[in-house]
């Protein structure tokens, strides 16, 4: 699985965003490298976060645990 960060805009908003792009294959393991970038999330000046999962061909239960772990602290750190 690779995970790759990005700042992006968003037409008619000024609040900036960061787009979470994840490629391949999300199963066993791998999934504990996304919660690995969530420093890396929170730390981004950005309040918008866009989860790009088109380019994932395979997931388990552990990535969509993942999702909502990382989609919990993200809204307790009032970012969206």
């Not at 968003?10 to 792009?21: F, Q, R």
Request: aromatic share 4%; no cysteine; charged share 25%.
């Amino acid at each position: 699985m690779e995970i790759q960060i990005s700042n992006f805009s968003i037409t008619g908003n000024e609040k900036p965003a960061l787009k979470v792009e994840v490629i391949g294959e999300a199963k066993g393991s791998a999934t504990e490298s996304l919660r690995g970038k969530l420093p890396d999330i929170l730390s981004n000046e950005a309040d918008l976060v866009y989860l790009d999962i088109r380019g994932l061909t395979d997931n388990d239960l552990g990535f969509v645990n993942e999702v909502i772990h990382i989609h919990y602290t993200l809204a307790e750190q009032s970012k969206n």
